[in-house]
């Protein structure tokens, strides 16, 4: 069962920076979409950046100017590169690749961003 690798979280004062990665344990056929949600206590998943395979982006517009997600997709990885951070970012945020077939998507595990005051 390939699984998704997520690593770069962690604690950073305001205006600091973080770049979160995902990486498959394994192969997988035919990705496409990428993206990146968090989730904070208590609240629903929500996206925060997605990408498609030939490169178009979608941001949540509480961070668009702030975070950049890119892909490699020789490497089937996903990065979001978060500047600017605000406490409000402060959730666990999890990586999601979609794929052509079954399962259709995979999720991390979750990795999480603390921002402090």
């Known amino acids: 069962q390939v699984q998704l690798v997520e690593s770069g979280g962690g604690l950073v004062q305001t205006g600091g920076s973080l770049r979160l990665s995902c990486t498959p344990s394994?192969?997988?056929?035919?990705?496409?979409?990428m993206g990146w949600y968090r989730q904070a206590p208590g609240k629903q998943r929500d996206l925060v950046a997605s990408?498609?395979?030939?490169?178009?982006?979608n941001y949540a517009d509480s961070v668009k100017g702030r975070f950049t997600i890119s892909r490699d997709n020789v490497k089937n990885t996903v990065y979001l590169q978060m500047e600017g951070l605000k406490p409000e970012d402060t959730a666990a945020y999890y990586c999601?690749?979609?794929?052509?077939?079954?399962?259709?998507?995979?999720w991390g595990q979750g990795t999480q961003v603390t921002v402090s005051s």
């Open positions: 394994g192969s997988i056929f035919r990705p496409n979409a």
């Open positions: 999601k690749i979609e794929t052509s077939v079954r399962p259709y998507a995979y």
């Open positions: 990408i498609t395979r030939d490169e178009r982006t």
